[in-house]
């Protein structure tokens, strides 16, 4: 009788792995061209995207800067306020040579937030003269837009339009003068379609004048 000392013993052939195939040059280069492609696709549509997606965000700002305009004039008998056009260089249009920020003016009316204030595309990009060069408009105004001070500081909407009427002949609604624009074409080529942002004493936003 066999024991278990001397039982026949049988080896099991080891397992060979699997063989791999790797990929050929052209495959990778293959593989490279396509994903080239792809992004080529995708990039210019992304940018599309975010542009939008900036032109809404500064049309949202500049709704809100337009309804913290209208919030002051109701606390001001319709009258609108004194401000610099450009209060890093100097204090025109106010007449006490005082330099106002119109960011200054009106933040309580937009419920204290600065950024309200800020196009997402003013940046630095757009060149300009000593002492801002590289520099952007909210970072030496307060404001990436430009409020009309020249026509409508110290006076009722209706006062100035009694001053465009007298002067052009013709009688303007309220609601096709603008209050505040982006300071620059922040957002294309000048002419281009949406490239300057305007808002209306109403509060709507378009894109021209």
């Not at 024991?3 to 099991?12: G, M, R, W």
């Not at 397992?15 to 080529?40: D, K, N, Y």
């Not at 002067?167 to 300057?196: L, M, P």
Request: aromatic content about 10%.
């Amino acid at each position: 009788m066999l024991t278990a000392d001397n039982a026949p013993t049988h080896s099991v052939p080891p397992r060979s792995a699997p063989s791999r195939r790797a990929f050929t040059l052209i495959e990778l280069l293959l593989t490279i061209a396509i994903i080239a492609v792809l992004i080529g696709i995708l990039f210019p549509v992304l940018s599309a995207a975010r542009s939008r997606g900036e032109r809404t965000a500064c049309s949202s700002n500049l709704h809100q800067v337009g309804m913290a305009m209208r919030s002051y004039l109701d606390a001001n008998a319709d009258i609108y306020p004194f401000a610099s056009f450009m209060p890093s260089v100097d204090a025109f249009p106010v007449p006490s040579g005082e330099t106002i920020f119109i960011a200054d003016v009106l933040r309580d009316h937009a419920s204290g937030d600065p950024k309200a204030f800020a196009c997402p595309k003013d940046t630095g990009q757009i060149a300009r003269t000593a002492p801002n060069v590289g520099k952007a408009y909210y970072e030496t105004e307060k404001t990436s837009y430009e409020y009309r001070s020249h026509l409508l500081g110290g006076q009722t909407m209706e006062t100035a339009l009694k001053r465009i009427q007298e002067f052009t002949g013709e009688r303007r609604s309220e609601n096709t003068i603008w209050i505040f624009r982006d300071y620059d074409n922040f957002h294309g080529t000048g002419g281009s379609d949406g490239a300057r942002r305007y808002v209306y004493s109403d509060g709507h936003v378009t894109d021209y004048e």
